[in-house]
C-alpha cells in the first residue's frame, strides 16, 4: 500500500514570502490532518478534513494559514506570509474514519523562514 | 498546560539495557496510541491500547494501558541502537473524542 505522499520535503523561504505544501493521502483514508511539528516538540494539529469538509481547525492561524481539500483526496496548506516562528516541519496525516484508527503520516516538509 | 505528560523528556542508555517510558494524564482516553519517529521522518504507529489494563506486545516492545485509562506504559527489552528515535505518545479524549499528544521521549541507546 502507498504511503501519504508529501510535497516538498524541503523549503527554505524569507520571511513575507509564501508557500504551499502538498499531500497525497492513503487511497481510502476520508480524513487528513496537517500538523505543525516544531524540532523537539510533539505535533500540533492545524486543520482536520473529513472528506473534503473541515472538521477542525481551531487551531490554524487563518490571518495567514490557509488549507483546501479538494474533491476529498488531496490538499494543500498555504502559508502567506511567512514569519520566522513558522520554521517547522509540516506533517501531513490521514486515517479511517473512526475515533481509534492509527494515523499514517507522511514524511513531512522540513520549512526554514529566513 | 499539557495534558499528556510524557517522561523522561530524554533517555540515553547502552544497548542491552531495558527501560520504560511513561504517558500519564488526569483525563481519561477511549484509547491511546504510541508512535516512534526518526530524523526526518513523519510518525509511525507502534501500537493502539483500548481497553483498560490492556497489554499489548510488540517483539521487546510492551506497552500497558492504564487500569483507569489515565495513562500508559512502554517498556523496551535489551535496547537496541535501531530502538534510538522519538516515542510519541496520543490518546483520544473520552470526553470530546480529540487526540492529544504528548510531547514525546528522546531515545538515544549507545551501542
Known amino acids: 500500500e502507498a504511503g501519504v505522499a508529501q510535497s516538498p520535503r524541503y523549503k527554505i523561504i524569507e520571511k513575507r514570502q509564501s508557500v504551499a505544501f502538498w499531500c497525497n493521502p492513503i487511497s481510502g483514508h476520508a480524513t487528513l490532518y496537517w500538523y505543525q511539528q516544531i524540532l523537539g516538540q510533539g505535533p500540533k494539529l492545524l486543520i482536520q478534513?473529513?472528506?473534503?469538509?473541515?472538521?477542525?481547525d481551531s487551531q490554524l492561524p487563518k490571518d495567514r494559514f490557509s488549507a483546501e481539500r479538494l474533491k476529498g483526496v488531496d490538499s494543500t496548506l498555504k502559508i502567506q506570509p511567512a514569519k520566522l516562528e513558522d520554521s517547522a516541519v509540516y506533517l501531513c496525516?490521514?486515517?479511517?474514519?473512526?475515533?481509534?484508527?492509527?494515523?499514517?503520516f507522511g514524511s513531512g516538509t522540513r520549512l526554514t523562514v529566513v | 498546560t499539557q495534558l499528556l505528560e510524557q517522561s523522561p523528556q530524554f533517555l540515553s542508555i547502552q544497548e542491552g539495557e531495558n527501560l520504560t517510558v511513561y504517558c500519564n494524564s488526569s483525563?481519561?482516553?477511549?484509547?491511546l496510541q504510541w508512535y516512534r519517529q526518526e530524523p526526518g521522518e513523519g510518525p509511525v504507529l507502534l501500537v493502539t491500547?483500548?481497553?483498560g489494563g490492556e497489554v499489548k506486545k510488540l517483539k521487546r516492545l510492551t506497552f500497558q494501558f492504564g487500569d483507569a485509562r489515565k495513562d500508559s506504559s512502554l517498556h523496551i527489552t535489551a535496547a537496541q541502537p535501531g530502538d534510538t528515535g522519538l516515542y510519541l505518545c496520543?490518546?483520544?479524549?473520552?470526553?470530546?473524542?480529540?487526540?492529544?499528544w504528548g510531547a514525546g521521549t528522546k531515545l538515544i541507546i549507545k551501542p
Open positions: 496520543a490518546g483520544v479524549m473520552d470526553s470530546n473524542y480529540q487526540l492529544i
Open positions: 491500547v483500548v481497553t
Open positions: 483525563s481519561v482516553f477511549s484509547s
Open positions: 496525516a490521514s486515517s479511517l474514519i473512526g475515533f481509534n484508527y492509527g494515523y499514517t
Open positions: 478534513f473529513q472528506n473534503n469538509g473541515v472538521v477542525d
